[in-house]
Nanobody
Framework: QVQLVESGGGLVQAGGSLRLSCVLSGNIFVINDMGWYRQAPGKQRELVAIITTTGLTKYLESVKGRFSISRDGAKNTMYLQMNNLKPEDTAVYYC??????????????WGQGTQVTVSS
């Protein structure tokens, strides 16, 4: 089993910044792609950003130029730097990771979520 724990959420004014962290622990063998998702009230969960094992990244169009995803393999940690936050960024943010075991079996794991609230 792999556990993911997010932190860094909170209340911030529009134009402010937050840095989310996601720490992985447990019986880790190989972590493949990792990503951040968010879900606003009454809306479906959406992909915000993903990062591959080689560092390639992809972003939701509305956050390009404002958010930056990164990962530190030595620390089993992923980050999401969020700048110039807007009220529409308000949501619960979840981290996710694809784990591969020694047999090559892949499983997706999710964190419990962290609330980000941006006031206007």
């Amino acid at each position: 089993q792999v556990q993911l724990v997010e932190s860094g959420g909170g209340l911030v004014q529009a134009g402010g910044s937050l840095r989310l962290s996601c720490v992985l622990s447990g019986n880790i063998f190989v972590i493949n792609d990792m990503g951040w998702y968010r879900q606003a009230p009454g809306k479906q969960r959406e992909l915000v950003a993903i990062i591959t094992t080689t560092g390639l990244t992809k972003y939701l169009e509305s956050v390009k130029g404002r958010f930056s995803i990164s990962r530190d393999g030595a620390k089993n940690t992923m980050y999401l730097q969020m700048n110039n936050l807007k009220p529409e960024d308000t949501a619960v943010y979840y981290c996710a990771a694809e784990h591969e075991d020694p047999m090559g079996s892949q499983s997706n794991y999710w964190g419990q979520g962290t609330q980000v609230t941006v006031s206007s």
